[in-house]
Protein backbone atom coordinates (compact mmCIF):
# COMPACT_ATOMS: atom_id res chain seq x y z
CA UNK A 1 0.00 0.00 0.00
CA UNK A 2 1.28 3.67 -0.25
CA UNK A 3 0.56 6.45 2.10
CA UNK A 4 -2.73 6.93 2.91
CA UNK A 5 -2.33 11.17 2.04
CA UNK A 6 -1.00 12.44 -0.68
CA UNK A 7 2.84 12.35 0.32
CA UNK A 8 4.44 13.94 -3.23
CA UNK A 9 5.07 17.22 -1.74
CA UNK A 10 5.09 16.90 1.69
CA UNK A 11 9.05 16.33 2.84
CA UNK A 12 10.29 18.58 5.27
CA UNK A 13 8.41 18.26 8.80
CA UNK A 14 8.78 20.28 12.45
CA UNK A 15 7.64 18.14 15.67
CA UNK A 16 5.52 19.61 18.25
CA UNK A 17 5.46 18.00 22.00
CA UNK A 18 3.60 19.78 24.53
CA UNK A 19 3.86 18.85 27.75
CA UNK A 20 0.83 19.19 30.03
CA UNK A 21 0.05 18.97 33.76
CA UNK A 22 1.63 15.72 35.34
CA UNK A 23 4.27 15.50 32.42
CA UNK A 24 7.13 15.74 33.09
CA UNK A 25 9.34 17.69 30.12
CA UNK A 26 11.99 14.65 30.34
CA UNK A 27 9.30 12.30 29.16
CA UNK A 28 7.44 14.95 26.52
CA UNK A 29 10.95 15.00 25.32
CA UNK A 30 11.55 11.05 25.03
CA UNK A 31 7.94 10.82 23.75
CA UNK A 32 9.21 13.61 20.73
CA UNK A 33 12.00 11.69 20.40
CA UNK A 34 10.10 8.67 19.60
CA UNK A 35 8.16 10.95 17.33
CA UNK A 36 10.85 11.56 15.07
CA UNK A 37 11.70 8.11 15.04
CA UNK A 38 8.04 7.48 13.59
CA UNK A 39 8.13 10.55 11.13
CA UNK A 40 11.25 9.41 9.42
CA UNK A 41 9.60 5.81 9.44
CA UNK A 42 6.95 7.74 7.49
CA UNK A 43 9.62 9.29 4.99
CA UNK A 44 9.57 12.48 6.66
CA UNK A 45 12.81 14.32 7.34
CA UNK A 46 13.05 16.16 10.22
CA UNK A 47 13.67 19.70 10.11
CA UNK A 48 13.25 21.02 13.69
CA UNK A 49 11.09 20.41 16.95
CA UNK A 50 9.74 22.47 19.73
CA UNK A 51 8.03 21.76 23.25
CA UNK A 52 5.68 23.71 24.79
CA UNK A 53 4.59 23.25 28.44
CA UNK A 54 0.60 23.86 28.57
CA UNK A 55 -1.21 23.18 31.92
CA UNK A 56 -4.07 21.82 29.73
CA UNK A 57 -4.68 22.12 25.99
CA UNK A 58 -6.51 24.76 23.96
CA UNK A 59 -9.53 23.67 23.02
CA UNK A 60 -9.91 25.29 19.91
CA UNK A 61 -5.95 24.97 18.80
CA UNK A 62 -4.09 22.75 21.44
CA UNK A 63 -1.34 25.34 21.46
CA UNK A 64 -1.06 28.89 21.97
CA UNK A 65 -1.39 31.61 19.99
CA UNK A 66 2.20 32.92 20.52
CA UNK A 67 3.22 29.29 19.27
CA UNK A 68 0.88 29.03 16.52
CA UNK A 69 2.81 32.77 15.53
CA UNK A 70 5.99 30.62 16.12
CA UNK A 71 4.97 28.24 13.98
CA UNK A 72 3.95 30.21 11.05
CA UNK A 73 7.19 31.94 11.13
CA UNK A 74 9.45 28.95 10.66
CA UNK A 75 6.92 27.02 8.45
CA UNK A 76 7.32 30.05 6.05
CA UNK A 77 11.14 30.41 6.40
CA UNK A 78 12.41 27.15 5.76
CA UNK A 79 9.55 25.89 3.31
CA UNK A 80 8.07 22.98 5.76
CA UNK A 81 5.73 21.07 4.52
CA UNK A 82 4.08 19.30 7.25
CA UNK A 83 4.19 20.16 11.05
CA UNK A 84 3.32 16.70 13.18
CA UNK A 85 1.82 17.02 16.67
CA UNK A 86 3.14 14.40 19.02
CA UNK A 87 -0.40 14.73 21.06
CA UNK A 88 -3.86 13.54 19.15
CA UNK A 89 -5.16 16.13 17.80
CA UNK A 90 -9.11 16.93 17.73
CA UNK A 91 -10.70 17.15 14.33
CA UNK A 92 -11.64 20.97 15.15
CA UNK A 93 -8.14 21.53 16.49
CA UNK A 94 -6.40 19.56 13.39
CA UNK A 95 -8.62 21.97 11.18
CA UNK A 96 -8.12 25.46 12.85
CA UNK A 97 -4.37 24.74 12.67
CA UNK A 98 -4.25 24.23 9.64
CA UNK A 99 -5.98 27.18 8.98
CA UNK A 100 -4.13 29.61 10.91
CA UNK A 101 -0.36 28.21 9.99
CA UNK A 102 -1.38 27.21 6.14
CA UNK A 103 0.68 24.17 6.14
CA UNK A 104 -0.58 20.22 6.54
CA UNK A 105 -0.89 19.32 10.17
CA UNK A 106 -0.60 15.72 11.28
CA UNK A 107 -1.05 14.45 14.64
CA UNK A 108 0.48 11.20 15.65
CA UNK A 109 -2.41 8.63 15.18
CA UNK A 110 -2.24 9.41 11.55
CA UNK A 111 1.34 9.46 11.16
CA UNK A 112 1.02 5.70 13.12
CA UNK A 113 -1.96 5.01 10.50
CA UNK A 114 0.45 6.15 7.64
CA UNK A 115 3.01 3.80 8.86
CA UNK A 116 0.98 1.04 8.83
CA UNK A 117 -0.41 2.07 5.70
CA UNK A 118 3.17 2.21 4.17
CA UNK A 119 4.30 -1.14 5.67
CA UNK A 120 0.85 -3.79 4.84
CA UNK A 121 2.24 -6.39 2.26
CA UNK A 122 -0.39 -9.13 2.79
CA UNK A 123 -4.07 -8.78 1.92
CA UNK A 124 -4.86 -9.04 5.65
CA UNK A 125 -2.87 -5.72 6.85
CA UNK A 126 -4.10 -3.32 4.00
CA UNK A 127 -7.83 -4.23 4.91
CA UNK A 128 -7.26 -3.90 8.85
CA UNK A 129 -5.13 -0.46 7.58
CA UNK A 130 -8.30 0.94 5.55
CA UNK A 131 -10.41 -0.27 8.27
CA UNK A 132 -8.95 1.67 10.80
CA UNK A 133 -7.99 4.20 8.59
CA UNK A 134 -12.05 4.68 7.82
CA UNK A 135 -12.63 4.95 11.32
CA UNK A 136 -10.65 7.44 11.44
CA UNK A 137 -11.86 9.89 8.40
CA UNK A 138 -15.49 8.69 10.18
CA UNK A 139 -15.45 12.22 12.73
CA UNK A 140 -13.52 14.24 10.44
CA UNK A 141 -15.68 13.97 7.08
CA UNK A 142 -16.01 17.59 6.76
CA UNK A 143 -12.84 18.68 7.34
CA UNK A 144 -11.42 16.75 4.54
CA UNK A 145 -14.41 18.24 2.52
CA UNK A 146 -14.49 21.81 2.75
CA UNK A 147 -17.55 22.01 1.14
CA UNK A 148 -19.77 19.05 2.79
CA UNK A 149 -22.85 21.04 3.13
CA UNK A 150 -23.06 21.76 -0.32
CA UNK A 151 -25.85 19.97 -2.05
CA UNK A 152 -24.54 16.89 -3.59
CA UNK A 153 -26.22 15.05 -6.77
CA UNK A 154 -28.84 17.08 -8.18
CA UNK A 155 -32.08 16.14 -6.67
CA UNK A 156 -30.50 13.48 -4.19
CA UNK A 157 -31.45 15.97 -1.62
CA UNK A 158 -28.11 14.80 0.21
CA UNK A 159 -25.71 16.41 1.24
CA UNK A 160 -21.41 15.76 0.93
CA UNK A 161 -21.02 14.72 4.47
CA UNK A 162 -23.85 12.10 4.22
CA UNK A 163 -23.48 10.63 0.91
CA UNK A 164 -19.42 10.09 2.36
CA UNK A 165 -20.66 8.97 5.52
CA UNK A 166 -22.97 6.31 3.83
CA UNK A 167 -19.99 5.60 1.46
CA UNK A 168 -17.85 4.68 4.72
CA UNK A 169 -20.23 2.84 6.42
CA UNK A 170 -21.10 0.48 2.63
CA UNK A 171 -17.15 0.84 2.59
CA UNK A 172 -16.65 -0.54 6.29
CA UNK A 173 -19.10 -3.25 5.80
CA UNK A 174 -17.63 -4.85 2.43
CA UNK A 175 -13.98 -4.52 4.75
CA UNK A 176 -15.40 -6.27 6.85
CA UNK A 177 -16.97 -9.36 4.90
CA UNK A 178 -13.03 -9.67 3.29
CA UNK A 179 -11.57 -9.66 6.18
CA UNK A 180 -13.69 -12.13 8.00
CA UNK A 181 -13.08 -14.79 4.36
CA UNK A 182 -9.26 -14.25 4.99
CA UNK A 183 -9.68 -14.74 8.79
CA UNK A 184 -11.45 -18.45 8.10
CA UNK A 185 -8.80 -19.30 5.72
CA UNK A 186 -6.33 -18.47 8.76
CA UNK A 187 -8.14 -20.16 11.23
CA UNK A 188 -8.03 -23.63 8.73
CA UNK A 189 -4.26 -23.21 8.47
CA UNK A 190 -3.82 -22.44 12.55
CA UNK A 191 -5.66 -25.40 13.02
CA UNK A 192 -2.68 -27.59 11.85
CA UNK A 193 -0.86 -25.97 14.49
CA UNK A 194 -3.15 -27.40 17.32
CA UNK A 195 -0.48 -29.98 18.03
CA UNK A 196 2.75 -27.97 17.89
CA UNK A 197 4.10 -26.01 20.86
CA UNK A 198 3.32 -22.80 19.59
CA UNK A 199 5.51 -19.66 20.84
CA UNK A 200 4.76 -16.19 20.14
CA UNK A 201 7.07 -13.39 20.02
CA UNK A 202 5.66 -10.48 20.89
CA UNK A 203 6.84 -6.66 22.33
CA UNK A 204 7.53 -3.17 21.49
CA UNK A 205 7.89 -2.05 18.29
CA UNK A 206 11.52 -1.92 16.98
CA UNK A 207 12.46 -4.43 20.21
CA UNK A 208 14.38 -6.87 17.73
CA UNK A 209 11.46 -9.81 17.90
CA UNK A 210 12.00 -10.34 14.03
CA UNK A 211 16.18 -10.34 14.23
CA UNK A 212 14.85 -13.05 16.86
CA UNK A 213 12.64 -14.70 14.87
CA UNK A 214 14.98 -15.12 11.78
CA UNK A 215 18.08 -16.23 14.43
CA UNK A 216 15.48 -18.87 15.69
CA UNK A 217 14.56 -20.49 12.76
CA UNK A 218 17.38 -20.03 10.54
CA UNK A 219 14.84 -18.00 7.71
CA UNK A 220 14.65 -14.86 6.21
CA UNK A 221 12.14 -12.86 7.40
CA UNK A 222 12.18 -8.56 7.32
CA UNK A 223 14.05 -7.05 9.87
CA UNK A 224 14.48 -3.26 9.70
CA UNK A 225 15.33 -0.38 12.01
CA UNK A 226 11.64 1.03 11.30
CA UNK A 227 8.59 1.14 13.90
CA UNK A 228 6.14 -1.60 12.50
CA UNK A 229 7.89 -3.83 10.14
CA UNK A 230 5.96 -6.30 10.73
CA UNK A 231 2.15 -5.75 10.80
CA UNK A 232 1.35 -9.25 9.41
CA UNK A 233 2.12 -12.55 11.52
CA UNK A 234 4.80 -14.80 10.24
CA UNK A 235 5.09 -18.60 11.17
CA UNK A 236 8.26 -20.61 11.23
CA UNK A 237 8.76 -23.84 12.86
CA UNK A 238 12.32 -24.07 14.66
CA UNK A 239 14.35 -27.04 15.75
CA UNK A 240 15.28 -28.10 19.55
CA UNK A 241 15.26 -31.56 18.86
CA UNK A 242 12.12 -31.72 21.25
CA UNK A 243 9.66 -34.18 21.37
CA UNK A 244 7.04 -31.58 20.07
CA UNK A 245 7.45 -29.29 16.89
CA UNK A 246 7.78 -25.85 17.75
CA UNK A 247 6.26 -23.10 15.91
CA UNK A 248 7.23 -19.52 16.64
CA UNK A 249 5.38 -16.61 15.37
CA UNK A 250 6.74 -13.01 14.89
CA UNK A 251 3.33 -10.31 15.43
CA UNK A 252 2.82 -6.49 14.82
CA UNK A 253 4.93 -4.65 17.75
CA UNK A 254 3.30 -2.55 20.09
CA UNK A 255 3.96 1.13 20.86
CA UNK A 256 2.90 3.88 23.69
CA UNK A 257 -0.40 5.27 23.02
CA UNK A 258 -1.42 3.44 19.68
CA UNK A 259 -4.15 4.74 18.10
CA UNK A 260 -7.65 2.84 19.10
CA UNK A 261 -8.84 2.47 16.06
CA UNK A 262 -5.58 0.56 14.93
CA UNK A 263 -5.89 -1.45 18.32
CA UNK A 264 -9.55 -2.53 17.05
CA UNK A 265 -8.34 -3.46 13.64
CA UNK A 266 -4.89 -5.30 14.74
CA UNK A 267 -7.10 -6.99 18.06
CA UNK A 268 -7.26 -10.21 15.72
CA UNK A 269 -3.92 -10.65 14.63
CA UNK A 270 -2.73 -9.85 18.04
CA UNK A 271 -5.38 -13.07 19.09
CA UNK A 272 -2.54 -15.22 17.31
CA UNK A 273 -0.60 -14.24 21.65
CA UNK A 274 -4.10 -15.85 22.53
CA UNK A 275 -3.16 -19.86 21.16
CA UNK A 276 0.26 -19.51 22.62
CA UNK A 277 1.90 -21.98 24.85
CA UNK A 278 4.65 -19.55 25.60
CA UNK A 279 5.08 -15.61 25.04
CA UNK A 280 8.54 -14.52 24.62
CA UNK A 281 8.51 -10.82 25.57
CA UNK A 282 11.48 -9.68 23.54
CA UNK A 283 12.66 -6.07 25.31
CA UNK A 284 15.33 -3.56 23.59
CA UNK A 285 17.34 -3.26 26.67
CA UNK A 286 19.87 -0.68 25.29
CA UNK A 287 16.36 1.71 25.03
CA UNK A 288 16.51 4.81 27.37
CA UNK A 289 12.32 4.09 28.02
CA UNK A 290 12.86 0.20 28.24
CA UNK A 291 10.72 0.20 31.43
CA UNK A 292 8.33 2.20 30.37
CA UNK A 293 7.90 0.07 26.64
CA UNK A 294 7.81 -3.30 28.96
CA UNK A 295 4.42 -1.37 30.91
CA UNK A 296 3.20 -0.66 27.48
CA UNK A 297 3.39 -4.57 26.32
CA UNK A 298 2.20 -5.68 29.41
CA UNK A 299 -0.97 -3.62 29.25
CA UNK A 300 -1.64 -4.64 25.84
CA UNK A 301 -1.56 -8.40 27.36
CA UNK A 302 -3.88 -7.22 29.86
CA UNK A 303 -6.26 -5.33 27.46
CA UNK A 304 -5.89 -9.11 25.32
CA UNK A 305 -6.75 -10.95 28.54
CA UNK A 306 -3.39 -12.85 28.15
CA UNK A 307 -0.92 -11.47 31.30
CA UNK A 308 -1.32 -14.89 32.74
CA UNK A 309 0.38 -17.05 29.97
CA UNK A 310 3.55 -18.44 30.80
CA UNK A 311 6.22 -15.59 29.32
CA UNK A 312 9.57 -15.66 28.81
CA UNK A 313 11.34 -11.85 29.07
CA UNK A 314 13.82 -11.76 26.67
CA UNK A 315 16.37 -8.76 27.18
CA UNK A 316 17.66 -8.12 23.92
CA UNK A 317 20.46 -5.76 22.16
CA UNK A 318 22.49 -5.97 25.21
CA UNK A 319 25.61 -5.50 23.10
CA UNK A 320 24.23 -2.02 22.34
CA UNK A 321 23.55 -1.70 26.05
CA UNK A 322 25.93 0.04 28.13
CA UNK A 323 27.85 -1.01 31.32
CA UNK A 324 25.56 0.34 33.73
CA UNK A 325 22.64 -1.01 31.72
CA UNK A 326 24.14 -4.66 31.47
CA UNK A 327 24.55 -4.39 35.58
CA UNK A 328 20.73 -3.65 36.06
CA UNK A 329 19.76 -6.14 33.14
CA UNK A 330 21.93 -8.72 35.13
CA UNK A 331 20.36 -7.95 38.47
CA UNK A 332 16.41 -8.44 37.11
CA UNK A 333 17.85 -11.69 35.40
CA UNK A 334 19.49 -13.15 38.56
CA UNK A 335 15.93 -12.46 40.61
CA UNK A 336 13.56 -13.72 37.27
CA UNK A 337 14.00 -17.42 36.82
CA UNK A 338 11.80 -16.32 33.22
CA UNK A 339 14.31 -13.49 32.34
CA UNK A 340 17.06 -13.85 29.99
CA UNK A 341 19.37 -11.25 28.16
CA UNK A 342 21.12 -11.77 25.32
CA UNK A 343 21.66 -9.90 21.63
CA UNK A 344 19.89 -11.56 19.12
CA UNK A 345 22.89 -11.32 16.74
CA UNK A 346 25.08 -13.86 18.94
CA UNK A 347 24.29 -17.53 18.15
CA UNK A 348 25.08 -18.84 21.35
CA UNK A 349 22.80 -16.57 22.93
CA UNK A 350 20.18 -17.55 20.48
CA UNK A 351 20.72 -21.54 21.55
CA UNK A 352 20.00 -20.56 25.44
CA UNK A 353 17.10 -18.95 23.97
CA UNK A 354 16.06 -22.47 22.34
CA UNK A 355 17.38 -24.37 25.61
CA UNK A 356 14.83 -22.03 27.96
CA UNK A 357 12.19 -22.90 25.43
CA UNK A 358 12.98 -26.91 25.67
CA UNK A 359 12.70 -26.28 29.88
CA UNK A 360 9.04 -24.86 29.35
CA UNK A 361 8.11 -27.33 26.71
CA UNK A 362 9.77 -30.36 29.14
CA UNK A 363 7.94 -29.04 32.10
CA UNK A 364 4.76 -30.68 31.48
CA UNK A 365 5.86 -33.61 29.26
CA UNK A 366 5.30 -36.95 30.13
CA UNK A 367 7.00 -40.67 28.99
CA UNK A 368 4.52 -42.92 28.04
CA UNK A 369 5.14 -47.24 26.84
CA UNK A 370 2.18 -47.66 24.40
CA UNK A 371 1.60 -51.17 22.95
CA UNK A 372 -1.08 -49.91 19.72
CA UNK A 373 -2.35 -51.75 17.40
CA UNK A 374 -0.86 -51.64 13.47
CA UNK A 375 -4.48 -51.11 12.34
CA UNK A 376 -4.27 -47.36 14.36
CA UNK A 377 -2.91 -46.28 11.20
CA UNK A 378 -4.40 -42.40 12.40
CA UNK A 379 -3.25 -42.11 15.85
CA UNK A 380 0.47 -43.77 14.78
CA UNK A 381 1.38 -41.26 12.59
CA UNK A 382 -0.22 -38.79 14.59
CA UNK A 383 2.25 -39.77 17.07
CA UNK A 384 5.41 -39.85 14.77
CA UNK A 385 4.39 -36.53 14.00
CA UNK A 386 4.17 -34.78 17.15
CA UNK A 387 6.16 -36.53 20.09
CA UNK A 388 9.45 -37.68 20.09
CA UNK A 389 10.01 -41.63 19.57
CA UNK A 390 12.29 -42.99 22.13
CA UNK A 391 12.06 -46.77 21.55
CA UNK A 392 9.77 -48.51 18.96
CA UNK A 393 9.60 -52.28 18.48
CA UNK A 394 6.71 -54.48 16.71
CA UNK A 395 5.42 -57.61 18.01
CA UNK A 396 2.70 -59.74 16.22
CA UNK A 397 0.28 -57.16 15.02
CA UNK A 398 1.34 -54.56 17.90
CA UNK A 399 4.08 -51.79 17.60
CA UNK A 400 5.13 -51.13 21.35
CA UNK A 401 6.72 -47.68 21.61
CA UNK A 402 8.14 -45.19 24.56
CA UNK A 403 7.35 -41.90 23.64
CA UNK A 404 7.98 -38.11 25.06
CA UNK A 405 5.12 -35.60 24.68
CA UNK A 406 3.04 -33.24 26.41
CA UNK A 407 0.15 -34.48 28.53
CA UNK A 408 -2.64 -32.73 27.50
CA UNK A 409 -1.31 -34.24 23.88
CA UNK A 410 -1.67 -37.46 25.42
CA UNK A 411 -4.76 -36.45 26.91
CA UNK A 412 -6.11 -35.39 23.63
CA UNK A 413 -5.03 -38.23 21.63
CA UNK A 414 -6.77 -40.64 24.64
CA UNK A 415 -3.70 -42.45 24.86
CA UNK A 416 -4.26 -44.37 28.12
CA UNK A 417 -6.76 -46.99 26.37
CA UNK A 418 -3.27 -47.76 24.53
CA UNK A 419 -0.81 -47.72 27.83
CA UNK A 420 1.02 -50.49 28.43
CA UNK A 421 2.88 -48.92 31.57
CA UNK A 422 3.19 -45.13 32.50
CA UNK A 423 5.23 -43.32 33.74
CA UNK A 424 6.01 -39.06 34.76
CA UNK A 425 8.79 -37.20 33.27
CA UNK A 426 10.18 -37.18 37.09
CA UNK A 427 9.74 -40.95 37.19
CA UNK A 428 11.67 -41.52 34.09
CA UNK A 429 14.37 -39.48 34.78
CA UNK A 430 14.77 -41.01 38.43
N1 LIG B 1 22.94 -4.52 17.78
C1 LIG B 1 21.81 -5.21 17.79
N2 LIG B 1 20.82 -4.87 16.92
C2 LIG B 1 19.68 -5.59 16.96
C3 LIG B 1 19.49 -6.69 17.85
N3 LIG B 1 18.26 -7.19 17.64
C4 LIG B 1 17.70 -6.44 16.66
N4 LIG B 1 18.55 -5.48 16.24
C5 LIG B 1 18.29 -4.44 15.24
O1 LIG B 1 17.15 -3.68 15.66
C6 LIG B 1 16.36 -3.27 14.54
C7 LIG B 1 14.92 -3.72 14.71
O2 LIG B 1 14.87 -5.11 14.62
P1 LIG B 1 13.56 -5.91 14.19
O3 LIG B 1 13.86 -7.35 14.39
O4 LIG B 1 13.07 -5.48 12.84
O5 LIG B 1 12.54 -5.40 15.31
P2 LIG B 1 11.00 -5.79 15.49
O6 LIG B 1 10.76 -5.94 16.96
O7 LIG B 1 10.65 -6.94 14.64
O8 LIG B 1 10.31 -4.44 14.97
P3 LIG B 1 8.82 -4.22 14.38
O9 LIG B 1 8.53 -5.28 13.37
O10 LIG B 1 8.93 -2.87 13.78
O11 LIG B 1 7.88 -4.24 15.54
C8 LIG B 1 17.05 -3.84 13.31
O12 LIG B 1 17.88 -2.84 12.76
C9 LIG B 1 17.89 -4.99 13.87
O13 LIG B 1 19.03 -5.27 13.08
C10 LIG B 1 20.57 -7.01 18.76
O14 LIG B 1 20.49 -7.91 19.59
N5 LIG B 1 21.68 -6.23 18.66
MG1 LIG C 1 9.34 -7.10 13.09
Same mark, same amino acid.
Given at each position: MDHIFDAQGIRCAILVGVAQRGISTRSARESLEELAHLASTATFEVIDRTLQNR????? /???? $?SGKIDELREMAKNRDIDAIIFDNDLSPSQMRNLETDIGVRILDRSLLILDIFALHARTRTAQIQVQMAHLRYLRPRIRQFNPHAERRA $?? $?? +??THTETTRRWIEQRGKSLYDSLKRVRRQMDTSR? +????SFNVVLVGY?? /?GKSTLMRGLSGENVLVE???? /?? !?TNTTRSVDVHSHRPILLTDTVGFINRLPHHLFACFRATLQEAVQA?? !? !????? /?????YKMQMITVNEVLTKLK????PALTVYNKMDLADAERQKEIAKHCAKDPNALAISALDAADLDAVKNRICDFLSADAVTLKLQVPQSEGKLLSLLYAHSEILTRDYEGNDVHLRVRLNSNHAERLQLDRFLSESRTQADALA
Open positions: DKPDP /ATYI $G $GL $GS +GEK +GRNHTN /ANQLF /AT !LDL !L !LHVVD /ASHSQIDDK
